[in-house]
């Protein structure tokens, strides 16, 4: 099955900083990569997603990368505010079937003023 | 509209006490699905119900007990659990097959 890592468990920057959290993951037939934000006593909010027919999407401050040859992926936040800071997830999974992702362990991000 | 509504935000029960936990979708998603998350880790899949049929049962233990009414419900019915069943249980959807997962709120889920 498929086996995703997922670095660092923690992260803290400062306002204004990037912040960049890696994924790799272990089955080439996965081609389905979201990233999933959770604040605390919340459930987890999609924030963005790729597939593997792209190798980079942006919206606004939060892109993803993915280098399929490598088995990896990034998601990258610029400009960083103190509402970024919560747990984040990326996971992944084959398109066909159903959406059973795997996911990552978590990182949580950590904005300072 | 994107929301997944789950009912109640909080439970907590005695290990001989039945209670259910509601979720509801108004997206037309046909995929929906039960998770489970310990503190600190990520989701853990349960159950996913497809056109309102279950299609996966990951192996979950027989005092949990799903339910689909109808393709904008989904239930799961509790019976006699232990207090290593404290978590918080997600409920999700998705259009279909590999489509965009989306998570609810979750129940805060206590069990004495």
């Known amino acids: 099955g498929e086996n995703v890592e997922q670095h660092p468990s923690t992260l803290s920057v400062q306002e204004g900083d990037s912040a960049v959290i890696k994924c790799t993951y272990s089955?080439?037939?996965?081609?389905?990569f979201p990233w999933y934000k959770q604040e605390l006593g919340k459930g987890p909010q999609l924030i963005i997603d790729?597939?593997?027919?792209?190798g980079e999407k942006k919206d606004q401050r939060i892109a993803v990368t993915l280098n399929k040859t490598a088995k990896h992926f990034s998601l990258h936040i610029t400009e960083t505010q103190p509402e970024d800071s919560a747990v984040y997830f990326c996971?992944?999974?084959?398109?066909?079937?159903?959406?059973?992702?795997?996911f990552g362990k978590g990182t949580m991000l950590l904005v300072s003023p | 509209d994107t929301e997944v509504t789950q009912t109640p935000k909080h439970l907590v029960m005695g290990m001989t006490n039945k209670k259910s936990l509601k979720c509801e979708q108004h997206?037309?998603?046909?995929?929906m699905y039960w998770y489970k998350q310990k503190a600190k880790k990520p989701p853990e899949l349960m159950f996913v119900?497809?056109?309102?049929?279950?299609?996966i049962n990951e192996s979950v233990p027989s005092r949990f007990s799903p339910e689909c009414p109808n393709s904008s419900l989904l239930n799961l019915h509790l019976h006699a659990l232990q207090p290593e069943d404290s978590a918080l249980y997600l409920c999700?959807?998705?259009?279909?097959?590999?489509?965009?997962?989306?998570f609810g709120s979750g129940t805060q889920l206590s069990v004495l």
């Open positions: 089955d080439s037939a996965s081609n389905y």
């Open positions: 999700a959807s998705s259009r279909g097959a590999g489509e965009k997962l989306f």
């Open positions: 997206m037309g998603h046909r995929a």
């Open positions: 790729i597939r593997s027919n792209v």
């Open positions: 119900y497809s056109y309102e049929k279950l299609s």
């Open positions: 996971a992944a999974s084959r398109v066909s079937g159903y959406s059973t992702l795997t």
